[in-house]
Each structure stands twice: as C-alpha cells, then as structure tokens.
C-alpha cells in the first residue's frame, strides 16, 4: 500500500501548490510551518514579558526584540510569502539564518533582558526544594572530589557543548537531504531553546556557585579548559539561565535524536559517543557548581518531550503539506547553483517520511 509520503511527485506534477493560488496572505499563511508559528510566539511572549518589565534596562529590551521581531517577520515574508522563488539557494538560506539567527542570538540578548524581567532570584527555593525532593544538592556533596584534574575533565566536557551545537547544526541544516529529519532536529531544537529561554524568566537564578559560595572548601581550579570556561561564560553567559540547564537539554537533544535515527548515517556511528558525552556534560553542569539539581531535571525532561513530541509533529506535518500541495517545511539545498528553477521537491532527492525507519538509505543527515 502505497504511503502518503512517497506520493511527493504525484503531488507536484497533477496540480499546483496550494500556497501559489490566492492572495500573498493567504499564501504565507499556508505556507508557514508549525515552527514559523513556534517562533513567532516566543517572541510575542518575550515582547510582552519587556513591555511589562519593571527592572533596569526596560527600554533597550524593547528595542532588542522588537528588532528581533521585524528580523523573523522580514524573513519569513521573504520565504513563506514566496517573495523569493521557492526551491532556490537563497530562499533556503535566508529562511534557515532567519530562524537560527533570530532564537539562537537571542540567548546573548537575554544578559540585559533577565535583569529587565526579572531582577529577583529563586536560588534559595531551587536548593531548598534539592534538599526536600532529592535529600541532596550535588554541587556540595561533590566538593570533596574537586581537584584540578577533575575539574579541567568535566570543563572539556563543559566547553565541548559549543562543539557539539556546531557539529550538529550546521551540517544538518546546510547539508541534510532528508527532509523528516531536518525538520525534526530544527522543530526539537526550536522547542528546547524557546521554551528553556522563556522559563529563564519565570525562575531566574544565579546557581549553586554564588548562592553556596561559602560552603565550598575545594576552589575549582583547572587548566586550559577550565579557564576557557570562564572566559565563554563572563563574556557571553545571561548569568541567571539556570532553570532548565539549556547545557543539559540540548546534548540530550541531540543524544535522543541520533538514537531515534541509529538507523542512518552518520547517526549508527555517533549516538554512542553523543550519549556518553551528554552524560559528562550534565554532570559537569553540577560539578562546576552551575546548576542545582533540579535544573537537570527540568533539562531532561524538556528533551526528551522535545525529541518525542516534535517527531510526531513533523511527520504529521510533512503528510499534511503533501496531501495539500505546500511546499515542504525544508527543501535540501542545492549548492551546485545560486538558484534554480523553483520549489519543485522532484528537483531535489531525499527521503521524507517514516519509511526510514524500517529501512533507511545511506544517505546523510
């Protein structure tokens, strides 16, 4: 019986997408995805979390998202509007930076923003509700152990998370070809930063090292690792992004990701390696003395709802588009060319539906 997913030509070649007739509304309605409308309501929370916000910075807070703001709009304007050519090379790349670059550089943002938002900490009720719930706060049971080589192992952890993001990101969005999974990783990741960026504001903390700063007796003290660390997170930490860890969530991202994919490449060979390095990764969040351990929780719980829920979600989504004639979520990039002749998915290869995983072609990302 044939799947609705493979009748992608079928689709294309019998009639006209659906988003080409109408007006230019009703085509960028039609054509935006369960993530464009993810986006865009995070940053409809986080404009109205500044416009109320009561803390120092109020005003270039608004200014900051609101140029987020006109940045996503602009993009997806230009790419769901079909202002640029669907298919092309540059609609691809405009809509995928429009995306990345509007969530991911709003995290650098949120150093003024938090203190606009939210100007209190919870630290206290974090340890208070570790010591309730769990009987422990690792970060001080751990002390004992801290030393410079222990530290400077779980730093290169620590820092190897900014590898890692890079290494998954960039080719699956620039070079992936199959279509599902794109689209899987980008709606996960889309739902694990947005959500973890907007409960930053409803539970602001500053972590274990400055709420228990007195009670350590080992210093962390490392090597090359160790002070990067520090460095990366002076310069560029929000400072109070505590709940959910974010540096807990998003390798348990990509570890649940390559395992529900184990079956294609590269993905067989790293999930192993992601899996261990997600585990090293979120016990230095605590080592380190960033997070509580509730913080942790909070991160793996939003994965893994993220990894599950956001799969169900795109292959509903790809089967919906398919039926309805609306070009894919993602179409492969085609770097042979600047453009091309338009969003015809039969110009571009890749296998878009569930069938992978009974049995998957070799094909990348």
Known sequence: MQHPLDRTRMTHELSA??????????????????QDLLIAVYFACMLFAVLTAKGPGADESIRTVLIDIGCLATGLLLTRGEILRSGTLLHGLVYRFTLFLCVFLSYFQLRSILPAVSPHSVDADLL?????????EPSLAWDRYVTPHTT?????????????????????????????????????????VCTGHLLYMLVPGWGPYRQLAGQ??????????????????DAGGSQKDIFPSLHTAMPTYFAIYSYIHRRTFPFRFTWPFMAFAA???????????????????????????????????????????????????????????????????????????????AASPPDSC
């Open 17 to 34: 997408p659906e988003a080409s007739r109408g007006s230019f509304v009703s085509r960028l309605w039609t054509n935006l995805a369960v």
């Open 152 to 192: 400077e192992w779980f730093a290169f952890f620590y820092f190897g998370y900014f590898f890692l993001l890079s290494a998954h990101v960039l080719p699956i969005m620039l070079l992936g070809k199959n279509r599902l999974r794109v689209a899987h990783f980008a709606l996960g990741i889309f739902m694990v």
């Open 128 to 136: 208070a509700f570790d010591l309730r719930v769990f009987g422990v």
């Open 279 to 357: 585990s090293q990764i979120i016990v230095a969040t605590m080592f380190l003395r960033w997070h509580y351990l509730v913080d942790i929780v909070a991160g793996l719980t939003l994965a893994t709802t993220a990894a599950l829920v956001s799969h169900r979600i795109v292959v509903r989504e790809i089967a919906r588009r398919e039926r309805r004639g609306i070009v894919p979520v993602f179409i492969p990039l085609d770097w042979r060319r600047i453009s091309g002749r338009g969003g015809d998915p039969k110009d571009h290869d890749g296998d878009d539906g569930p069938r992978e995983e």
């Open 216 to 233: 350590f007796e080992h210093p962390l003290e490392g090597g090359l690792f160790w002070r990067l660390v520090r460095a990366t997170v």
